[in-house]
């Protein structure tokens, strides 16, 4: 089945959902398991997703302010990064996703960024200025992003977006990718928030769409077999090792977020995600 929507031919079947202004099947391009996605999109509900970003959001900006200039200046938990770099990932990446919404709504195919290079630039010249202007540039584009989430909640949350090269990814699951860089990077900034502080609905939401966007280093086989009830195995190997614990646990070890206390009796972490 076809449906016009904003100009764009959009093919709907069983197992793929993508948007193609040409209106040829364009499934090779599909990286993501649409039917995962689906099934994400039914437990995790646009509108509490929202409801819990937003939360997500405020209590990151009340942690950031209180962060002195030297604070904003020193290295946080991503190697190589400072408290600043954090900060104007997260602005530039909701910026990133208004530009993706946009896409969607005027039916012009657009990339989040224009490219590598442009993304490093904004990130480093961003990083240096003061902690007022990183305050409220985090301030600014989220309401923005807010803003523009508002627009997307009239649009069928099946419509896919290209989230990155060749991943096409349900509109309705866009505020839970929000979710995830908020929460994630609110610990990297290692101002007090730990990945074990997060609400145990919240992190079985985020395990779910690390695992549907993970991609498994080689040789890697790992099974997932949260208290919650879920399970997932990732990657591929002879044999698998299972680890079990709480959501908030399992998807800090997937990610590379639990401190050295808490992985003590873990295998090693991936490299941070």
């Known amino acids: 089945m076809r449906i016009q929507l904003f100009g764009w031919t959009i093919a709907l079947k069983s197992d793929q ?6 209106g040829k099947n364009r499934g090779d391009r599909v990286a993501w398991d649409l ?3 689906e099934a994400l999109s039914i437990v995790a509900p ?6 819990i970003k937003l939360e997500a959001t405020q209590r990151l900006l009340g942690d950031t302010i209180a962060l002195s200039e030297r604070a904003w200046q020193e290295p946080c938990r991503l190697p ?3 408290r600043a770099h954090v900060a104007t990932h997260l602005a530039r990446s909701a910026d990133a996703f208004v530009r993706s919404i946009d896409s969607v709504l005027t039916g012009r195919r657009a990339p989040m960024y224009d490219s590598d290079e442009d993304r490093d630039l904004a990130l480093e010249r961003g990083s240096e200025r003061s902690g007022l202007d990183l305050q409220i540039d985090l301030d600014t584009s989220a309401g923005n992003l807010s803003e523009r989430f508002d627009v997307l909640d009239s649009v069928p949350g099946r419509l896919t977006i290209e989230f990155s090269p060749g991943c096409f990814l349900r509109s309705d699951l866009l505020p839970l990718a929000r979710l995830y860089e908020v929460v994630i990077h609110h610990v990297d900034l290692d101002c007090g928030f730990d990945v074990t502080q997060i609400n ?3 992190a079985r939401w985020l395990l779910e769409w690390t695992v549907l966007s993970y991609q498994a280093p080689y040789g890697m086989a790992v099974r997932l077999v949260s208290d919650s009830g879920f399970t997932a195995v990732i990657g591929a190997s002879n044999s698998e090792t299972v680890i079990t614990g709480p959501d908030a646990v399992l998807l800090g070890w997937l990610t590379g977020r639990l401190n050295a206390a808490e992985a003590l009796d873990l295998p090693a972490q991936p490299q941070l995600a």
Not at 17 to 22: F, I, N, R, V
Not at 46 to 51: A, D, F, P, Q, T
């Open 17 to 22: 959902l993508t948007h193609d202004k040409s």
């Open 35 to 37: 039917a995962h996605q």
């Open 46 to 51: 646009r509108s509490e997703i929202r409801k």
């Open 80 to 82: 190589g990064w400072t």
């Open 200 to 202: 145990p609905v919240t």
